[in-house]
Structures are given as structure tokens and as C-alpha cells.
């Protein structure tokens, strides 16, 4: 089962959605689109022991990747 996630521009970094994809990417298959507006990730063959808390954990990943760039 694959799960999409869409991240704006202009609240995520792209360079911070592929950290966080490079973070998790043990546990999951990762496939970025990034656009002028969004930055679309797909999910897909998800560990079974992480499945339920994976996306959760990957959106917050992102965010802090974000936040601690724009920090510098």
C-alpha cells in the first residue's frame, strides 16, 4: 500500500523532505516529486514493525530538518 504525502513550498524545505527521506530510508521505500508548489512524496514497502507510526514520524522528521536549516 503506498501513502502520499504533499508538502508546500513554501512552509518545507525540498533539501529537508530528502533528509528525512534519506533518515527513514531503512524502513521504507521513498519517491520525491518537486514542483514550484509542492514537494509530493510516496511511500511504499513500509517495515511492518513501523507501519502505523511512519508517516507521522516522517512528516515530523521533515518539519525539524526544516526548521533547523532555516535556523541556519
Known amino acids: 500500500m503506498a501513502e502520499r504525502i504533499v508538502f ?5 524545505a525540498p ?4 533528509a528525512a527521506a534519506a533518515a527513514y530510508g531503512e ?6 516529486q518537486v514542483s ?13 514493525s513501523v507501519a502505523d ?3 507521522d514520524e516522517f512528516c515530523n522528521h521533515a518539519l525539524h530538518e526544516t526548521i533547523v536549516s532555516l535556523r541556519g
Do not use: G, K, M, W
Not at 8 to 12: C, E, F, I, K
Not at 15 to 18: C, I, K, L, P, T
Not at 36 to 48: G, H, K, N
Open 53 to 55: 507510526v511512519l508517516v
Open 36 to 48: 514550484a508548489e509542492a514537494i509530493e512524496v510516496v511511500i511504499t514497502e513500509p517495515d511492518e
Open 27 to 32: 524502513l521504507a521505500s521513498f519517491e520525491l
Open 8 to 12: 508546500s513550498r513554501s512552509l518545507y
Open 15 to 18: 533539501e529537508a523532505v530528502r
